[in-house]
């Protein structure tokens, strides 16, 4: 069992920056894929970014590609994501996932585990 819990969400300016923070209790994290998801009222959850165990692989949705980027700390047991150049399209509720599975992944329900999630919101 792995226990996720988001910090670091707030609301912003158009072109601000915020960096997400993803805090892992229970099983070794390092074993875990992990990736960030948002979801905007409305709308169903979609893939923002993720990265691979090691932290050497990572994968970005094209709409966040060159403004986002995810990272991982294993010894603090944390994956963040740091947001730049903010958009208002880029408020939502942003949640981070740990997968057992191998390899980088995208959809939902290849994600074993979830944290309850965190608002960003950004201002026009």
């Known amino acids: 069992q792995v226990q996720l819990v988001e910090s670091g969400g707030g609301l912003v300016q158009t072109g601000g920056s915020l960096r997400l923070s993803c805090a892992a209790s229970?099983?070794?994290?390092?074993?875990?894929?992990m990736g960030w998801f948002r979801q905007a009222p409305g709308k169903e959850r979609e893939f923002v970014a993720g990265i691979s165990w090691s932290g050497s692989s990572t994968l970005y949705a094209d709409s966040v590609k060159g403004r986002f980027t995810i990272s991982r700390d294993n010894a603090k047991n944390t994956v963040y994501l740091q947001m730049n150049s903010l958009k208002p399209e880029d408020t939502a509720v942003y949640y981070c996932?740990?997968?057992?599975?191998?390899?980088?992944?995208?959809?939902?329900?290849?994600?074993?585990?979830w944290g309850q999630g965190t608002q960003v919101t950004v201002s026009s």
């Open positions: 229970g099983r070794a994290f390092s074993r875990y894929a």
């Open positions: 996932a740990a997968t057992s599975r191998i390899g980088l992944r995208t959809d939902t329900y290849e994600y074993d585990y």
